[in-house]
Nanobody, 122 residues
Framework: QVQLVESGGGLVQAGGSLRLSCAAS????????MGWFRQGPGKEREFVAA????????NYADSVKGRFTISRDNANNSVYLQMNSLKPEDTAVYYC???????????????WGQGTQVTVSS
């Protein structure tokens, strides 16, 4: 079992920045591919970014490339999402996932946190 707890969400103006954190406990964190997904109002949960267990490999949705950066600290069992140049369309609940592959599909992730709300005002 893996437990995930997200933090760092909030209200920010367009153009601003936020850093999300996800703390993991349970299985060996350094063996887990990790990802961030988001779900906006009335929308399906969508892929944002993913990172390999070592941190050497990353993958991003086209909509966030160049603005968001995913990283991890295996010594502290944490994964982060640095979000810059935020836009109103980034408003969503952001979820951290741990899975079998650092892929782009929900079914590739077995464990999820409770989510953290990010609201970007125009």
């Amino acid at each position: 079992q893996v437990q995930l707890v997200e933090s760092g969400g909030g209200l920010v103006q367009a153009g601003g920045s936020l850093r999300l954190s996800c703390a993991a406990s349970g299985r060996s964190f350094n063996t887990l591919p990790m990802g961030w997904f988001r779900q906006g109002p009335g929308k399906e949960r969508e892929f944002v970014a993913a990172i390999s267990p070592s941190g050497a490999g990353t993958n991003y949705a086209d909509s966030v490339k160049g603005r968001f950066t995913i990283s991890r600290d295996n010594a502290n069992n944490s994964v982060y999402l640095q979000m810059n140049s935020l836009k109103p369309e980034d408003t969503a609940v952001y979820y951290c996932g741990a899975g079998r592959f650092s892929g782009t599909r929900r079914y590739e992730y077995d464990y999820w946190g409770q989510g953290t709300q990010v609201t970007v005002s125009s």
